[in-house]
C-alpha cells in the first residue's frame, strides 16, 4: 500500500533519530504510518524487536489484525485481554495495564517502543514502567498533549520524544484522508432554577478566584466549585429532548451519541427508542458479551444509534457512523477530537458527516466559538441553532 503525502513527509523525520511522536489526527493512517516504520526498522535491524503499547483490548485486537497480514503468528505474541504471552517474540502488543507482566523479559536497549494514545501513559505510575534506555520510540496520538497537568512535558516527551510532525483535522480535510464535515451546535437553554444555581456557582468562582489571586485549579475548594458547575450544566434537563429533537431534524444513515455519564445514556436510549429509532448502548454496565453485540449490531446496521459515555471516546473504528452527537459539550479539547474523529473516516457510501455539539452555558459557548471561528475560516460549514421553547 502506498504511503500518503503526509506519511511521505513525516517518515524521514522520525527516521532520521528513531524517536518522536507523530500527532495525527483519528483516521489520517497513524497505525498504517507507524507498521512502515517498524517494518523499515526491522529491515535495518533484523536482531532488534518491536514492542506496541495500547490503552486497550479493542486497539490490541486491531493491531493484531494489521499486523498478522505482514507477520507469521509466531512472530506476534499478545499480552493483554486475558492473553498472556510465554516469551517476548519479534513484535509484541501489550495493554498498557498488563505491560507489568512482561517487564522484566523486556530488553528496551534492543526494542522500537511503539505506544498508540501515547497520552495515556502520561501519569506517574505508567511513566515509570517505560522510562528506559529504548533503542527507539515512536509514540501516536491525535492529542498527545494533556489537558490538566504538565505531564507531557514531565512523562511523555522524556520517554518518547518531541512532537516532530503534526497532522490535524483541516490538513486532512483539505487532502481528502477524511470526509467532509459539518458543525452544528445546538443551544439547549438552562431551566430557570438551573440557571439561578448556575449564577451563584459562578460567583462563589469569582470570590474565591479573587481570594486566591487567580484561576489556580491546584485550589481545590475552586477546583470543585468550577467541576460543581459543570455538571449541573452538562445533566441540564434540556439537553436530553433536545438532542432527541436535532436527530430527528438532520436525517443520518446511524449516529453515535456522546452523553455525560451512564444515567444519562440509559435515559437518552430510552426515548429515542420510543421515537422510531433501533437504539443501543454500548458502556461498562453491560458484560463484554452484551456490549460486542450491540457493537455488531450497530456496524451491520440493525442499530442505528449507539449511545456511549466514555468508552467510545479513543480506540474504536467507527467508519459506518456518519452522524455524532456530544450531548455534553466537554471542555476537554482531545475529548473533543476523538469524538469527532470516531464519524470522519472515508467509506464507499459516506459523502460526509455531521457533528452536533449541544451546549448549554456561557462557558461551553466561548469555548465552542472559538473552534467554529477556526473551522470556518477553514471552509467548514458551521450552523448555529436554538430550541423552540
Known amino acids: 500500500m502506498k504511503l500518503r503525502e503526509w506519511q511521505e513527509k513525516a517518515f524521514p523525520l522520525w527516521w532520521s533519530k528513531k524517536r ?22 526491522l529491515e535495518e535491524n533484523p536482531d532488534k524487536s518491536v514492542l506496541i503499547v495500547v490503552p486497550s483490548i479493542a486497539l490490541l485486537d486491531q493491531w493484531y489484525e494489521n499486523l498478522s497480514q ?16 510465554e516469551s517476548i517474540t ?24 511503539i505506544v498508540d494514545e501515547c497520552h495515556k501513559i502520561g501519569t506517574e505510575k505508567r511513566g515509570e514502567m517505560l522510562t528506559n534506555k529504548w533503542h527507539a520510540t515512536l509514540g501516536l496520538s491525535a492529542t498527545p498533549e494533556r489537558d490538566y497537568d504538565d505531564n507531557f512535558y514531565v512523562i511523555i ?28 451546535y445546538g443551544y439547549a437553554a438552562l431551566l ?28 481545590y475548594p475552586l477546583k470543585m466549585l468550577i467541576f460543581n458547575r459543570a455538571r449541573l450544566v452538562k445533566n441540564s434537563k434540556n439537553r436530553i429532548p433536545y438532542g432527541l429533537e436535532l436527530i430527528q431534524k438532520y436525517k443520518r444513515d446511524s449516529w453515535i451519541v456522546f452523553t455525560e455519564n451512564k444515567k444519562q445514556a440509559k435515559e437518552f436510549n430510552k426515548v429515542i427508542n420510543k ?72 467509506t464507499a457510501n459516506k459523502e ?34 436554538q430550541m423552540s421553547i
Not at 505482514?70 to 504471552?85: A, C, M, V, Y
Not at 451546549?359 to 448555529?384: H, M
Request: glycine share 8%; aromatic share 8%.
Open 275 to 346: 421515537k422510531g429509532f433501533k437504539s443501543g448502548i454500548y458502556n461498562t454496565d453491560l458484560n463484554d458479551g452484551e456490549r460486542q453485540e450491540n457493537l455488531d449490531a450497530f456496524k451491520s446496521g440493525k442499530l442505528n444509534v449507539l449511545v456511549s459515555c466514555t468508552a467510545l471516546d479513543e480506540g474504536f473504528d467507527m467508519p459506518e457512523a456518519d452522524g455524532a452527537m456530544i450531548l455534553s459539550a466537554s471542555s476537554s479539547k482531545r475529548q473533543r477530537i476523538q469524538r469527532m474523529g470516531r464519524v470522519l473516516r472515508i
Open 70 to 85: 505482514s507477520f507469521k503468528d509466531k512472530e506476534i505474541s499478545l499480552n493483554g485481554g486475558g492473553e498472556k504471552t
Open 90 to 113: 519479534k513484535v509484541c502488543i501489550t495493554t498498557i495495564d498488563s505491560l507489568k507482566n512482561i517487564f522484566d523479559n523486556l530488553q528496551a536497549e534492543e526494542t522500537l517502543l
Open 157 to 184: 516527551k522524556k520517554i518518547l520524544g518531541d512532537i516532530i510532525f503534526d497532522y490535524d483535522y483541516i490538513d486532512a480535510r483539505e487532502d481528502e484522508v477524511i470526509v467532509n464535515f459539518k458543525l452544528l
Open 352 to 385: 460526509n458527516a455531521l457533528i452536533v455539539t449541544v451546549y448549554s452555558s456561557k462557558t461551553e459557548y466561548e469555548k465552542l466559538r472559538e473552534e467554529s471561528n477556526r473551522y470556518q475560516l477553514e471552509g467548514v460549514p458551521v450552523k448555529w441553532k
Open 192 to 219: 430557570p432554577e438551573e440557571e439561578d444555581k448556575y449564577k451563584k456557582f459562578t460567583k462563589s468562582i469569582q470570590r474565591r478566584a479573587a481570594t486566591i489571586g487567580g484561576n489556580n485549579m491546584n485550589d
Open 20 to 41: 518522536g511522536i507523530i500527532k495525527v489526527v483519528t483516521g489520517g493512517g497513524k497505525t498504517f504510518f507507524a507498521i512502515h516504520c517498524l517494518n523499515k526498522y
